[in-house]
């Protein structure tokens, strides 16, 4: 209304082209993060809120360097944001290609909410072209497992790193899995040994572990 005092809101609203017209991207961004956490551990693991966190606060700091704001609109995405954007993770985020492939999987989800209200018209992405690194595993030798399993640390912390480690090597679990394991998880099986019976966070498929002498000794180190 002329000669009211403006608010944040519609200082906003002048820039942005108005909130009915034009949305904000990190703004959205948040907020699908923030749906993340509230549904953590009822289809998102820790871990994968944790990522998602690590990318917007690197969006964040893009977004100020670059655009000299604290927020653009989906409009603004175009193929000149994924050139910057692609640059500006492999120097100042110190990525390699699989890090930033996955930095804009998660970035390319919320375009695709945006796609789908009608705030942007097309994915600027789908121009962008970059094939992932081959990577190569390499396995321990069991003379090497040997040495990590006998190995003496200064740290109580090490040494329970040192742990999870080895109970993952003979389990077959991710740290994710371990680190929701509880005494319910532990059981007799008909052939009256120790299992593990759980659900993969990864993929939420059924496993029965059976535990071999070394997991089983881990597990009674820190039963008390």
């Known amino acids: 209304m002329e000669g009211s005092e403006p608010t944040a809101e519609t200082i906003k609203n002048e820039i942005t082209g108005g909130s009915n017209r034009q949305k904000l991207f990190i703004e959205t961004f948040s907020k699908e993060v923030d749906e993340m956490q509230l549904r953590e551990g009822n289809g998102y693991t820790k871990g994968t809120i944790k990522n998602w966190n690590v990318t917007l606060r690197h969006l964040k700091e893009f977004v100020v360097e670059k655009y000299r704001t604290t927020d653009i609109t989906f409009r603004q995405l175009d193929n000149k944001f994924v050139t910057m954007l692609d640059s500006y993770a492999r120097v100042e985020w110190n990525c390699r290609t699989n890090a930033v492939l996955k930095h804009f999987q998660r970035i390319q989800k919320i375009i695709r909410i945006g796609m789908d209200r009608g705030w942007i018209q097309k994915n600027p992405f789908d121009t962008f072209h970059c094939k992932p690194e081959e990577t190569h595993r390499t396995f321990l030798t069991p003379n090497e497992l040997k040495r990590v399993e006998t190995k003496t640390f200064p740290l109580r912390r090490l040494e329970h790193v040192r742990d999870i480690f080895i109970f993952s090597f003979y ?51 820190y039963a008390h």
């Open 171 to 221: 389990t077959g679990l991710a740290f994710v899995d371990i680190e929701q394991l509880t005494q319910k998880n532990i059981q007799s099986g008909v052939d009256g040994k120790k299992w593990v019976f759980t659900f993969r966070q990864k993929t939420s498929n059924k496993s029965n572990i059976s535990l071999l002498p070394v997991a089983l000794h881990i597990l009674e180190k």
